[in-house]
Every structure is written in structure tokens, then in C-alpha cells.
């Protein structure tokens, strides 16, 4: 009697965890919905649209722990509103990888282990990357190309943020993603967000 007493626990607890946490995963997708849609309303301030993505992308970095129950797909091909969030989402995750690499300039292990020239190309890297994150939206080119150059620049910045040491194992780049970005047709299928992930 008392091992099935054991067994029901087991089994209530478990299930009761599952419940929760896949409440947990619904709550985090709505929140992320009210975000996008801020984000691709043309009434929106350009302030209200960045603060948008950057608390998106703030939920996003915050769930480390198990999938997601389903992702949220956001295909830059799919209509007109998508590139215009994509682009968005890329400028306010380049954002916090630079953010995160500047924390690590002040880490006195991470100065040890890195060459002072290394270290000058770093600051380098990120003073050109700010420069294209403050010109991009007055750019006289198409969204579509303006989020293929943020796409580069992303992939470049999680390249370099991955290549530092970090004695927090590259934190910005642990995360279970709650949404991501492709380019998807017909013919192929490139994910742009997120493109580089190490494993926690």
C-alpha cells in the first residue's frame, strides 16, 4: 500500500511540474505576442518598438532551462510585418552580446588571459559594430537588406563573443530559444536567430 501511496506522489509531483512548467512557457509566448505586436504596429514610436525588443530578447536570454513546449517561428518571407520585427529583434540581440562583452572587460581574469592587441581589436570590433546598429535605420536601402546586414553583424558578434574566455561558460549565448528568425522559401531554409549557441 505504502509503495503505491509512493508511486502516486511520484506521479503527482511530476505531473504537477510538467503542468507548470509548460504554463511557465505560455505566459513567456504571450508576453512575446503583446511584444511583436508593438514592435510591427507602423503607429508605434521607434523608442516603443526598441524597448519592446530589448524586453523580448530580455525573455528570451532568461529561459535556460528545458524546451520549449513549441517556438515561435518568425519568417522573414512570411509577410510584409515579419522583416520589419526581424530587424528589430536582431538590432536588440546584437545589443546584449555587446553589452555582455563590455562586462567582460571589466573581469580581471578575463584581461589576464586575453593579449592587449586582441584586446584593442575587441574594443575596435565593438565600436564598429555600434556605429552600423546607430545608421541602420536611416539607411537608404530595402528592410530586407537591412536585416541581411544585421544578420551578418549578429553572426559576427556571436562569433567573437563565443572565441573570449569566459569563466561563466559564454552565458549570453546559453539559453533554450522561446522564438526564432529563418528565411524560409520554397527552395532552402536559413536560420538567422538564434545561429550560434554553446551548449550549458
Known sequence: MNVFIGLFIILFITVSLILAYALICDYKRNQLLKLFKIIKDRASTR???????????KIMHGHKFLYPPSVISININENRDNPYLAFEL?????????K??????SQKTFLNAIPPENL????EFI??????LTNIDFAPIAIF????????????VAKRYATLPDENNHSA????PLFEIIDKTPARTIKILPYLQIPA
Request: hydrophobic share 45%; no cysteine.
Open 47 to 57: 523608442k516603443s518598438r526598441e524597448n519592446a525588443a530589448n524586453k523580448a530578447i
Open 90 to 98: 536582431l538590432k536588440a540581440e546584437i545589443k546584449h552580446l555587446l
Open 100 to 105: 555582455s562583452i563590455n562586462s567582460l572587460h
Open 120 to 123: 584593442v581589436k575587441n574594443l
Open 127 to 132: 565600436t564598429e559594430t555600434n556605429k552600423i
Open 145 to 156: 537588406e537591412k536585416v541581411y546586414l544585421l544578420s551578418a553583424a549578429y553572426r559576427a
Open 173 to 176: 549565448l546559453n539559453f533554450m
